[in-house]
């Protein structure tokens, strides 16, 4: 029987050749489940999202979740090592030290190397906790979907962006968010069986991508290689499709397709937090930086109609969220579930802002001016900034 703990990940190589020697071993194996699929994912500071992750691709019927965490100072591990021991199939992984070396690449490896010592799955999906994949039937598993298709070496499944939705809805619930539906960009699921060069967040790069069969989310192949991809003597298969001829999306329930939600700004409050969760390498910077602004975009009315129809059944939503509430008291995650959410609050991002100094305020005042923008907090910045000392939450208002 496997501990419960978490196990530290050490990479002794570079991740491309650590990917290489795990796409060998995963080629090798004499026992696959047929159309059944992982999920590898990395991970920080998510005690709030991590349950409903979880949930959502174990209802699915996804095979394994192996889980790489970095960076952590909040209550996720001990809501993983809970969940893991009622779910054998949930694999934990410290990965501090491959990210601090390699950062994304290095975690990646070093999960799919434990996952070619363990798996028998067919395929994998390389997702973040943000992201939920879904098909145009919501009930149906993964197994269902892949069964569907012939022999495919990656599917690229197109991003459903999401802006505004909480932590206290499903992720089903369009109902406070927009939505923007990506047709350039979004993750892949890919077999097993393709020979790997690397792992990386939204295709994987593969050796002889020439010969790589690679489908849209309806099945439809992807002619990925252009003129500029032909005079490339290391060519790879792209990240995003925008410099591709790609097949256009059609709105059509009757077919095959599938997509992945991706909250990609939540909440006024949830993006405030985020924030002030800088990128590892990105240290002592006191902010995130790749962000822009609290912004919705305009939506589509036929879009928003087409993916609430979906999403917004009835018969779909009461057995998923029954479900979701099980599984939280199953794994007896409640208590400490709601008590990590109650913490997203106003006051918490005040507590933030005063917790830095006048000089990080000066320093970064062209950063915190972009990244609070839309917000009810970039005045009390510039308060912060004039006044040069620290305020009263109440001075705020």
């Known amino acids: 029987m496997r501990p419960f703990g ?42 709030c999202y991590i349950a409903q992750f979880i949930h959502h691709y174990l209802y699915l019927g996804f095979n394994n979740i192996f889980i790489g965490i970095n960076n952590c100072q909040d209550n996720t591990p001990s809501i993983l090592k809970k969940i893991a021991k009622i779910y054998p ?26 996952a070619s010592h363990r798996t028998k799955s ?100 992807i002619e990925w290689m252009n003129e500029v991809n032909q005079l490339h003597a290391n060519a790879s298969l792209p990240q995003h499709l925008r410099k591709v001829n790609k097949s256009h999306q059609h709105l059509d329930k009757s077919q095959k397709s599938a997509w992945i939600l991706h909250q990609i700004v939540r909440s006024e409050l949830e993006y405030s937090l985020r924030l002030f969760e800088p990128r590892v390498a990105k240290h002592p910077e006191p902010f995130k930086t790749n962000r822009h602004g609290w912004f919705m975009p305009k939506e589509s009315r036929q879009k928003r109609h087409f993916f609430k129809s979906i999403l917004s059944k009835k018969s779909f939503n009461k057995r998923y969220n029954r479900t979701y509430e099980k599984f939280l008291d199953q794994c007896q995650i409640k208590n400490i579930v709601e008590k990590s959410c109650n913490r997203i609050t106003e006051r918490q991002v005040f507590y933030k802002i005063n917790q830095l100094s006048h000089q990080k305020i000066e320093a970064y005042q062209s950063i915190w001016r972009e990244i609070f923008q839309g917000t009810r907090f970039l005045p009390y910045l510039e308060l912060r900034l004039q006044t040069k000392k620290r305020l009263r939450i109440s001075e705020c208002s």
């Open 6 to 47: 978490i196990q530290k990940l050490y990479l002794k190589d570079e991740p491309t050749n650590i990917v290489q020697a795990a796409s060998a071993r995963l080629r090798s194996r004499q026992a696959i489940t047929p159309n059944s699929c992982d999920i590898i994912t990395i991970t920080g500071n998510e005690e």
């Open 89 to 114: 199939n949930i694999f934990i992984y410290n990965t501090d030290q491959p990210q601090r070396l390699h950062r994304q690449s290095g975690s990646y490896a070093a999960l799919i190397d434990e």
């Open 122 to 221: 067919s395929h994998c999906l390389v997702v973040d906790i943000d992201e939920y994949w879904f098909s145009n039937k919501p009930n149906r598993s993964i197994t269902s979907y892949l069964r569907q298709f012939d022999q495919f070496d990656l599917m690229f499944t197109n991003w459903l962006c999401t802006y505004g939705q909480s932590y206290q809805t499903c992720f089903a619930d369009l109902t406070t968010a927009k939505i923007d539906l990506k047709k350039s960009q979004g993750k892949s699921i890919f077999n097993y069986s393709i020979p790997l060069r690397k792992l990386r967040a939204h295709v994987p790069d593969v050796e002889s991508p020439e010969r790589a069969i690679f489908v849209s989310n309806n099945g439809q192949e």
